[in-house]
């Protein structure tokens, strides 16, 4: 079908989160700009950014600083600064990838929120009071003005639908892509810093009682106990909100040196680890997508992971899936997986390639193009098709 353009869009895009985060916000937000970049020639393309990226030469980029002292030099950024500087660059459509902001934008202005989960709302026990707040006092009326949702699955637009039913029709779900980057790996340096030549367990995830390290803990005990053998755990990630009792825990864990803590780590490390892990230990109590366990399917490394919210959406049937909260069915197959034979391991390695590959962040763009697009009907683009997955086969 022919393409008819009637005028090409200007799309801004928040793209702070680039510059203030490190979670999976961050990863989102810079992989999506990545895979916006071949559709330049359909969609004019602005990003609004804290600090200027030299490196990022596709877009046009506009920095409006952040000055994070008290709440109302950030409050005047969102409700005044920045739609002021949409509105005179003339924008057809912003997109808010961490679903928060910007307010009092001009009428003729098109919204498109991302949505990555709903756990403010729905485990409010789990994030701090202001979050919790924030989130009930503005995401209602965010989600009410926008023109088009965007959620990382079928499962958190489920969510969206149940809670907020004046949604319905105006939510789609476009799933989430690996780095491309992200491929099996030989053992490397930092691995040897860690564990020296052994095999380990692998945790990647802020520390926070939704990721539910804790009994994680409990069960690498019970692992410990019932194998006999001294297999280290490692855990990637910050520290976060209400960690606490994970700390107080783990300080008096029998196991305790065998925990390896390293905090924020570069891609290459992580990619180092997934591929040498004996697997991805994933108990999460609640996901909006799980972006480890695609990670590390993409880096040949097998997962347990929980079989709620959905991580099954992702992890397909190739995932070993626990009851979240019941640490001895996490240990049983802590300890099924390390017995697995090595011919059994290695097809098992395989399929993880294989289903990574169906998960691609230039179908995510080239999807969230063509809803932007939808917006205006009438005005077909012909879009080009997505680069395929690389397969590691």
Known sequence: MASTVVKRKRVAIIADPIDNQKGGVHVYTRELVSGLKPYSEYIDIILIRE??????????QIVI?????????????????????????????????????????????????VIHDLTPLL????????????????????LRRASLIVANSDYTASDIDRVFPFTQGKVVAIHLGFEPGMKP??????????VGKKRFWLAVGTIEPRKNLHR????????????????????????????????????HHPFKSDIHLTGYVTQDQLIELYSQAIGLVYPSEYEGFGLPVLEAFACACPVICSRVSSLPEVGGDIAWYVDPFDEADLADQMERLYQLPDDDRMRLKQKCLDRSVLFNWDIHAREFVRNICALWPGEEIALPDPRPSESYK
Not at 51 to 60: A, C, S, V, Y
Not at 71 to 83: D, E, K, N, Q, W
Not at 91 to 105: I, S, T, W, Y
Request: hydrophobic share 50%; net charge positive.
């Open 185 to 194: 790996v030989g053992n490397e340096k930092f691995i040897d810093h860690l």
């Open 216 to 251: 994680l803990l409990t069960a690498y005990q019970q692992f410990r106990a019932s194998t006999l053998v001294c297999i280290p755990l490692v855990i990637v990630g910050e520290r976060g909100w209400k960690a606490d009792s994970f700390f107080e825990a783990l300080a």
């Open 123 to 142: 485990f409010p026990q789990y994030h701090r009071y202001h979050s919790q707040l924030l989130q009930k006092i503005f995401l209602k009326g965010i």
């Open 65 to 113: 600083p952040n000055v994070r002292i008290g709440l109302g030099l950030a409050a005047l950024r969102l409700f005044f600064i920045v739609p002021i500087v949409l509105w005179w660059n003339r924008v057809d459509v912003v997109v808010e990838p961490a679903h928060f902001g910007p307010f009092n934008l001009p009428s003729g202005i098109k919204r498109v929120t």
């Open 51 to 60: 600090r200027f990226d030299p490196d990022l030469t596709e877009f046009r």
